[in-house]
Nanobody
Framework: QVRLVESGGGLVQAGGSLRLSCVAS????????MGWFRQAPEKEREFVAA????????YYADSVKGRFTISRDNTKNTVYLQMNSLKPEDTTVYYC????????????????WGQGTQVTVSS
C-alpha cells in the first residue's frame, strides 16, 4: 500500500524559508512522478512543482519559479520542496502526490496523496 507522509510545514515570516518533506513508502517509485500541490479553502488544488523519480526532470508553476526547488533523495525515498522568499499568498495546505508515468500539471491524474501540511506566511 502506497503511503505518502508530509512534514515540515509551519509559520514563517514573509521572506523566510521552509523545507517540506514527503516520505514515500509501499512500493518502488522508479517510473513515477512526484508532485507538490497546494489548496486554499474553496479553491481547486493547484500545481506547485513536480519531479520524475528516476531522471529528476522538474517542472514548476510560474508563481513559484525561482523561489521553490523540488528535489528527491532516492536512498531515503523522500521528496523535498525547498521554499525560499515566501510570500503571504503562499499560505495554504501543501500536499505531496504520486502517479505512475510522466509529470502532469493538474491534480486529477495523481493516484496517491499525503495528508497535507499547513504553511502559513505572515506579513
Amino acid at each position: 500500500q502506497v503511503r505518502l507522509v508530509e512534514s515540515g510545514g509551519g509559520l514563517v515570516q514573509a521572506g523566510g524559508s521552509l523545507r517540506l518533506s514527503c516520505v514515500a513508502s509501499g512500493r518502488t517509485f522508479s517510473g513515477y512522478a512526484m508532485g507538490w500541490f497546494r489548496q486554499a479553502p474553496e479553491k481547486e488544488r493547484e500545481f506547485v512543482a513536480a519531479i520524475t523519480w528516476s531522471s529528476g526532470i522538474t517542472y514548476y508553476a510560474d508563481s513559484v519559479k525561482g523561489r521553490f526547488t523540488i528535489s528527491r533523495d532516492n536512498t531515503k525515498n523522500t521528496v523535498y520542496l525547498q521554499m525560499n522568499s515566501l510570500k503571504p499568498e503562499d499560505t495554504t495546505v501543501y500536499y505531496c502526490a504520486a502517479r505512475q508515468g510522466s509529470i502532469v500539471l493538474t491534480h486529477r491524474p495523481y493516484d496517491y496523496w499525503g495528508q497535507g501540511t499547513q504553511v502559513t506566511v505572515s506579513s
